[in-house]
């Protein structure tokens, strides 16, 4: 049996109309893939009007007029078996990425905390792929994992107040797009031009879970 198969998924409600999804930690891909999967497949039944995947968890927002929510917890627990090698196919992404200079101020410390130079590191960070595993934070802001673990660096002693929009940054064991100016404290190693959030579009937000990305290296400047 595999290590996804025996995580217990538990269970509890979120006040009277929602109900909270939670696998054990770390968060591995295998297991993300099955919340996706249980998220599309809530999505079905009678009474869901929200499926919001987060990591290792998902919240079901439910119509309790519809449905309650001892029924729903049946439902969960008798799909989720059926989901063991559930795939979602996510899309391809590429994101093009101005490195260093003003683009990316942290670039010189991220090279220094891991002992690499500031070329290295733009080249293994670019040469990477990454899978979203959610959005949050902020509209569109995607927690990716697949950054190589000799890239990991805290985040900065002293927070940003105002994060410039589309700004790349390294956060401990995570990397990440600011689709919006926003405070915050992770690396800042590069930008992208391409908008990860626009409220107008169809589709307001660039990525989703289950994404692979790829960061190419547009310019780099020391």
């Known amino acids: 049996m595999s290590a996804v198969s025996e995580a217990p998924l538990r269970?509890?409600?979120?006040?009277?109309?929602?109900?909270?999804?939670t696998l054990p930690a770390p968060a591995l891909?295998?297991?993300?893939?099955?919340?996706?999967?249980?998220a599309q497949e809530a999505l079905r039944w009678r009474g869901m009007r929200e499926a919001l995947p987060g990591m290792n968890n998902l919240t079901l927002v439910f119509d309790p007029a519809q449905i309650d929510?001892?029924?729903?917890?049946?439902?969960?627990?008798?799909a989720w078996p059926q989901l063991e090698g559930a795939a979602i196919e996510g899309r391809r992404i590429e994101i093009p990425v101005a490195y260093g200079g003003e683009s990316g101020p942290d670039l010189a410390a991220v090279a220094t905390h891991t002992g690499l130079a500031a070329a290295e590191v733009v080249r293994r960070h670019s040469a990477a792929e990454y899978v979203v595993y959610l959005l949050g934070f902020l509209p569109g802001f995607a927690f990716m994992g697949g950054l190589p673990p000799e890239l990991a660096t805290p985040r900065r002693a002293e927070p940003r107040l105002a994060v410039p929009a589309r700004s790349v940054g390294i956060g401990g064991e995570q990397t990440g797009v600011y689709p919006l100016v926003s405070p915050g404290g992770w690396q800042l190693?590069?930008?992208?031009?391409?908008?990860?959030?626009d409220p107008r579009a169809e589709e307001p937000t660039l990525l989703r879970p289950g994404d692979r990305v790829r960061f190419v290296v547009?310019?780099?400047e020391a």
Do not use: N, Y
């Open 218 to 220: 547009e310019s780099v």
């Open 189 to 197: 190693i590069g930008r992208t031009r391409l908008e990860l959030f």
């Open 69 to 78: 929510a001892a029924e729903l917890e049946i439902q969960v627990l008798a």
């Open 11 to 21: 269970l509890h409600a979120l006040g009277d109309a929602a109900l909270v999804c």
């Open 29 to 38: 891909l295998p297991m993300q893939r099955k919340i996706w999967a249980l």
